[in-house]
Antibody
Framework: EVQLLESGGGLVQPGGSLRLSCAAS????????MSWVRQAPGKGLEWVSI????????YYADSVKGRFTISRDSSRNTLDLQMNNLRAEDTAVYYC????????????????WGRGTTVTVSS | DIVMTQSPLSLPVTPGESASISCRSS???????????LDWYLQKPGQSPQLLIY???NRASGVPDRFSGRGSGTDFTLRISRVEAEDVGVYYC?????????FGQGTKLDIK
């Protein structure tokens, strides 16, 4: 069974750091692009970052560029999101998402979503 | 950046009737390879989003054929025929042609 399991969320003060991790199973992890998508409380979905599986290129939303870093460890089948200089507006549920394709952009559908991990930035 | 605009934002539907959700992009989502990079997702209450339609008109695995997607470069429609109680939730369109990817605001479908 294809599965994504996020971890690492929690409460952090503004300006602090947090590292999210996503454990993948049931598919050849290195063959697919992987994204992080977030959802602030009571709000819609916001794409955050993508790791292109085929060429290891990374891309970010403007709102997190320079503060967040996406990385992949194919030996452990994990996708990480290092989040620095966190702001109150980063408070959200963060979803790890598998792409249908290896190379991105563009993406042809994100077909597997984890359950999410909650990040709260507050003093 | 490409802006995605959905309508309506709220959609009450009687079971058995059909429903349509519109999505408009600020730029064409037609790629030079001939594919249209527009997807539809459903987030049921208390759940993670799930892929319904990819590349404009292709149903994801396990999605009932009551769901269909169509559209041209900038105007898209998700149609649900014979709405069932299990279809309630928030529907999002998303463009995945260009970075940054972007979602519509979401359309909340509920049962009358």
């Amino acid at each position: 069974e294809v599965q994504l399991l996020e971890s690492g969320g929690g409460l952090v003060q503004p300006g602090g750091s947090l590292r999210l991790s996503c454990a993948a199973s049931g598919f050849t992890f290195s063959s697919y692009a992987m994204s992080w998508v977030r959802q602030a409380p009571g709000k819609g979905l916001e794409w955050v970052s993508i790791f292109s599986g085929g060429n290891s290129r990374t891309y970010y939303a403007d709102s997190v560029k320079g503060r967040f870093t996406i990385s992949r460890d194919s030996s452990r089948n994990t996708l990480d999101l290092q989040m620095n200089n966190l702001r109150a507006e980063d408070t959200a549920v963060y979803y790890c998402v598998k792409d249908r394709h290896s190379f991105a952009p563009p993406s042809g559908g994100m077909d597997v979503w984890g359950r999410g991990t909650t990040v709260t930035v507050s003093s | 950046d490409i802006v995605m605009t959905q309508s309506p934002l709220s959609l009450p539907v009687t079971p058995g009737e059909s429903a349509s959700i519109s999505c408009r992009s600020s730029q064409s989502l037609l790629n030079s390879n001939g594919y249209i990079y527009l997807d539809w997702y459903l987030q049921k209450p208390g759940q993670s989003p799930q892929l319904l339609i990819y590349l404009n008109s292709n149903r994801a695995s396990g999605v009932p054929d009551r769901f269909s997607g169509r559209g041209s470069g900038t105007d898209f429609t998700l149609r649900i025929s014979r709405v069932e109680a299990e279809d309630v939730g928030v529907y999002y369109c998303m463009q995945a042609l260009q970075i940054p990817y972007s979602f519509g605001q979401g359309t909340k479908l509920d049962i009358k």
